[in-house]
C-alpha cells in the first residue's frame, strides 16, 4: 500500500478542538460515511460490546547520563527488559541513567534497535515515573504532558506507547454509550514500542483479561451481538484468549490475514503509516479491498495519521 498522508503533528487540544471532535472514517455494511467521534453511539447498536484496555501510559523515555535517550519497552517474565537505546551503535554494555540507574544491555532482541536489558532498579515504572517523559516520535514537533498520553480508560500503568484508539473517548461520551446498552468490557495490554522496520520480529506483550469479560464476550457470541475492539491491543489481547487459550501472561500472538480473527466483528482504530504491522491485524477484519478502499478516502479527504490523529471504526461485511 503507497499512500501519501497527513500526520497529527500535536494533539487535537492544540488545535482547538475538544478530545473527542476528532473525526472519524466509519467503514460499514452500508458504505464509507464521515463523522465527528462524538457521533459515535449513532453508529452501535444497543448491546454492541466494546472491549477497552485499561492499560495506563508510563513516561517511558528516560535520559542517560550523556544525553542519549533509551525507551522502556516491554518487561519480559524473567524481569528483563527489552528496550530501545536511540541511535546507539555500540554492543553489550552498561549505560547509566539519570536517578543513579544503570541498565545493563545483554544481548540484541532486534537487530540494530531493540536489546534485552537488565535494570537496576527492580521498581520500573516508579523509577520512570519520577524521572521519565512520554515517549515522542520526529512526528511530534514538541513535548506533551504525560496527561496528553493517557486515556479515560487507563487504570494499570504498563503501557510504553498510549493505547490511542482510547484517546478520544470522554467521560461523557462513555456514559451515553453506557446509556443506550452498549456495553464496556475491560481487559489490559501493556503496549511496547512499536515499528515500521521490516522483518522485526514481535515481541511479547503482558496482558491480563478478566473471567468477566471472557464471559461477557461469549454471550454476546451466543447471543449475536457483535465484539467490537478499541484499538489493535485489544484485539491482539482477545485473540490470544480464542486462538491460544491464554488469558493472562505475555502474548506473542500476530494477528494476520493467515490466522484471521475468530471473535472481533469491528475495530476502533487510528489510522497506521503503511509498513506497520498493525495493518495486516485490520486486513484479517475487513480484508484488502475494504481496507484499499478506507485508505484510499482517509488519504484524499485529508484525515491525520497517528496518535493524536483522526479514527476509523471498521465494522466487517
Given at each position: 500500500?503507497?499512500?501519501t498522508?497527513?500526520?497529527?503533528?500535536?494533539?487535537?487540544?492544540?488545535?482547538?478542538?475538544?478530545?473527542?471532535?476528532?473525526?472519524?472514517l466509519?467503514?460499514?455494511?452500508?458504505?464509507?460515511?464521515?463523522?465527528?467521534?462524538?457521533?459515535?453511539?449513532?453508529?452501535?447498536?444497543?448491546?454492541?460490546?466494546?472491549?477497552?484496555?485499561?492499560?495506563?501510559?508510563?513516561?517511558a523515555?528516560?535520559?542517560?547520563?550523556?544525553g542519549?535517550?533509551?525507551?522502556?519497552?516491554?518487561?519480559?517474565?524473567?524481569?528483563?527488559?527489552?528496550?530501545?537505546?536511540?541511535?546507539?551503535?555500540?554492543g553489550?554494555?552498561?549505560?547509566?541513567?539519570?536517578?543513579?540507574?544503570?541498565?545493563?544491555?545483554?544481548?540484541?532482541?532486534?537487530?540494530?534497535?531493540?536489546?534485552?536489558?537488565?535494570?537496576?532498579?527492580?521498581?520500573?515504572?516508579?523509577?520512570?515515573m519520577?524521572?521519565?517523559?512520554?515517549?515522542?516520535?520526529?512526528y511530534?514537533?514538541?513535548?506533551?504532558?504525560?496527561?496528553?498520553?493517557q486515556?479515560?480508560?487507563g487504570?494499570?500503568?504498563?503501557?510504553?506507547?498510549?493505547?490511542?484508539?482510547?484517546?478520544?473517548?470522554?467521560?461523557?461520551?462513555?456514559?451515553?454509550?453506557?446509556?443506550?446498552?452498549?456495553?464496556?468490557?475491560?481487559?489490559?495490554?501493556?503496549?511496547?514500542?512499536?515499528s515500521?522496520?521490516?522483518?522485526e520480529r514481535?515481541?511479547p506483550?503482558?496482558?491480563?483479561?478478566?473471567d468477566?469479560?471472557?464471559?461477557?464476550?461469549?454471550?454476546?457470541?451466543?447471543a449475536?451481538?457483535?465484539?467490537?475492539?478499541?484499538?489493535?491491543?485489544?484485539?491482539?489481547?482477545?485473540?490470544?484468549?480464542a486462538?491460544?487459550?491464554l488469558?493472562?501472561?505475555?502474548?506473542?500472538?500476530?494477528?494476520?490475514?493467515?490466522?484471521?480473527?475468530?471473535?472481533?466483528?469491528?475495530?476502533?482504530?487510528?489510522?497506521?503509516?503503511p509498513?506497520?504491522?498493525?495493518?495486516?491485524?485490520?486486513?484479517?477484519?475487513?480484508?484488502?479491498?475494504?481496507?484499499?478502499?478506507?485508505?484510499?478516502?482517509?488519504?484524499?479527504?485529508?484525515?491525520?495519521?497517528?496518535?493524536?490523529?483522526?479514527?476509523?471504526?471498521?465494522l466487517?461485511?
Amino acid at each position: 500500500m503507497t499512500v501519501t498522508y497527513l500526520e497529527a503533528h500535536e494533539p487535537p487540544e492544540a488545535r482547538g478542538l475538544a478530545r473527542d471532535h476528532v473525526a472519524l472514517l466509519a467503514a460499514t455494511p452500508h458504505g464509507l460515511t464521515h463523522h465527528r467521534f462524538t457521533e459515535l453511539p449513532s453508529l452501535l447498536l444497543p448491546g454492541d460490546v466494546l472491549l477497552i484496555n485499561t492499560s495506563a501510559t508510563l513516561p517511558a523515555a528516560v535520559s542517560t547520563v550523556d544525553g542519549m535517550a533509551v525507551h522502556f519497552s516491554t518487561e519480559l517474565p524473567d524481569g528483563s527488559w527489552v528496550v530501545e537505546p536511540r541511535h546507539y551503535q555500540g554492543g553489550a554494555g552498561v549505560l547509566h541513567l539519570k536517578g543513579d540507574v544503570s541498565v545493563l544491555l545483554k544481548e540484541p532482541y532486534s537487530e540494530g534497535r531493540l536489546w534485552v536489558a537488565t535494570v537496576s532498579t527492580a521498581d520500573v515504572p516508579g523509577y520512570l515515573m519520577r524521572h521519565g517523559k512520554p515517549i515522542r516520535y520526529s512526528y511530534v514537533d514538541a513535548d506533551w504532558p504525560l496527561s496528553y498520553y493517557q486515556t479515560v480508560f487507563g487504570q494499570v500503568p504498563g503501557s510504553a506507547e498510549m493505547p490511542s484508539a482510547s484517546r478520544p473517548f470522554t467521560a461523557d461520551l462513555v456514559t451515553q454509550l453506557v446509556s443506550m446498552g452498549i456495553v464496556l468490557a475491560p481487559l489490559t495490554l501493556h503496549t511496547g514500542v512499536a515499528s515500521a522496520e521490516a522483518h522485526e520480529r514481535p515481541y511479547p506483550e503482558r496482558f491480563d483479561i478478566p473471567d468477566a469479560t471472557v464471559r461477557l464476550v461469549n454471550e454476546a457470541r451466543a447471543a449475536g451481538q457483535r465484539i467490537i475492539a478499541v484499538g489493535t491491543t485489544a484485539v491482539r489481547a482477545i485473540e490470544t484468549v480464542a486462538q491460544k487459550g491464554l488469558r493472562r501472561g505475555w502474548t506473542s500472538l500476530v494477528v494476520t490475514p493467515e490466522t484471521g480473527v475468530r471473535l472481533v466483528d469491528g475495530l476502533i482504530t487510528g489510522f497506521h503509516e503503511p509498513k506497520a504491522s498493525h495493518l495486516l491485524m485490520l486486513e484479517a477484519i475487513a480484508g484488502k479491498p475494504l481496507l484499499d478502499e478506507i485508505y484510499r478516502e482517509a488519504v484524499q479527504e485529508g484525515y491525520l495519521f497517528h496518535e493524536f490523529g483522526d479514527l476509523n471504526l471498521i465494522l466487517r461485511r
